[in-house]
Antibody, heavy 123, light 113 residues
Framework: EVQLVESGGGLVQPGRSLKLSCAASGFTFSNYYMAWVRQAPKKGLEWVAT????????YYPDSVKGRFTISRDNAKSSLYLQMNSLKSEDTATYYC????????????????WGQGTLVTVSS | DIVMTQTPSSQAVSAGEKVTMSCKSS????????????LAWYQQKPGQSPKLLIYLASTRESGVPDRFIGSGSGTDFTLTISSVQAEDLADYYCQQHYSYPYTFGAGTKLELK
């Protein structure tokens, strides 16, 4: 059974940093692209970052580019999100997501999701 | 960026009803390389994380009941629930998985009538 367990969320002041972690199990972690998706309170979903299987390629939307860094440790089956220069608008539940098996030409959807970790940016 | 527009924002339904919800994209999600539409649907129940229901516009994820039907092509897509069950009350999001940045619609909330 695929399991994704996020940790590292909490209350942080604007301008500070926080690092999220995601422990994966139940599948061969190193074979799949991984991602972070966030959801502000009572709002919709926003993609935050994606990383390739080896970690050599990373992708971000403009809203976090230059502030957030996604990384992975395949030996530990773990995914990370380093968040710097945090803003109040970064307040959200952050979900770790796996892209699953994918044989098609373009991007895969997010097949598996963790339960999320809440990040609150406030003074 | 590809903008995803979902309608309606909420819908009140009774058990057993047929339900349809719409998702429109600001550009075509049909990839000429394989003639597939890169559109996914997710279900999010209260207090839970999202769950993938459908990808490539009409392919049901393993284990998803066949009352969930995805259709459409190009820029216009529909999620149909053929006979709504109580456990289907949730938020539904469409997402384009055609190009970066991934983008989601604002969601359709299914509520009890």
């Amino acid at each position: 059974e695929v399991q994704l367990v996020e940790s590292g969320g909490g209350l942080v002041q604007p301008g500070r940093s926080l690092k999220l972690s995601c422990a994966a199990s139940g599948f061969t972690f190193s074979n799949y692209y991984m991602a972070w998706v966030r959801q502000a309170p009572k709002k919709g979903l926003e993609w935050v970052a994606t990383i390739s299987t080896s970690g050599s390629r990373t992708y971000y939307p403009d809203s976090v580019k230059g502030r957030f860094t996604i990384s992975r440790d395949n030996a530990k089956s773990s995914l990370y999100l380093q968040m710097n220069s945090l803003k109040s608008e970064d307040t959200a539940t952050y979900y770790c997501a796996s892209c699953g098996v994918w044989y098609y030409g373009l991007l895969p959807p997010f097949a598996y999701w963790g339960q999320g970790t809440l990040v609150t940016v406030s003074s | 960026d590809i903008v995803m527009t979902q309608t309606p924002s909420s819908q009140a339904v009774s058990a057993g009803e047929k339900v349809t919800m719409s998702c429109k994209s600001s550009q075509s999600l049909l990839y000429s390389g394989d003639q597939k539409n890169y559109l996914a649907w997710y279900q999010q129940k209260p207090g839970q994380s999202p769950k993938l229901l459908i990808y490539l516009a009409s392919t049901r994820e393993s284990g998803v009941p066949d009352r969930f039907i995805g259709s459409g092509s190009g820029t216009d897509f529909t999620l149909t629930i053929s006979s709504v069950q109580a456990e289907d009350l949730a938020d539904y999001y469409c997402q384009q998985h055609y190009s970066y940045p991934y983008t989601f619609g604002a969601g359709t909330k299914l509520e009890l009538k």
